[in-house]
Nanobody
């Protein structure tokens, strides 16, 4: 089992920045890919960014150049640095990690970008 604790969400103005963190515990040694997804009201959950254990990253086109995902394998933590935030970035952001056998979701953290 893997437990995930997210932090760093909040309210920010357009153009501002936030940094999300997701710390994994439990059987964290078995984690492969770590990522962030988001879900806005009335929309499906979508991939924001993900990073493999070796550091390979993927980003949604809508966040390329503005968001940066990183991870600290020693601390089993993944980060999402979000810059130049836009109102359309408003959503609940979820951390997701995968192992060879399972995937796990965090509880979600609200990000609200006000204009």
């Amino acid at each position: 089992q893997v437990q995930l604790v997210e932090s760093g969400g909040g309210l920010v103005q357009v153009g501002g920045s936030l940094r999300l963190s997701c710390a994994a515990s439990g059987s964290a040694f078995s984690i492969n890919t770590m990522g962030w997804y988001r879900q806005a009201p009335g929309k499906q959950r979508e991939l924001v960014a993900r990073i493999t254990r070796g550091g390979t990253t993927n980003y949604a086109d809508s966040v390329k150049g503005r968001f940066t995902i990183s991870r600290d394998n020693a601390r089993n933590t993944v980060y999402l640095q979000m810059n130049s935030l836009k109102p359309e970035d408003t959503a609940v952001y979820y951390c997701r990690v995968t192992t060879s056998a399972n995937l796990y979701w965090g509880q979600g953290t609200q990000v609200t970008v006000s204009s």
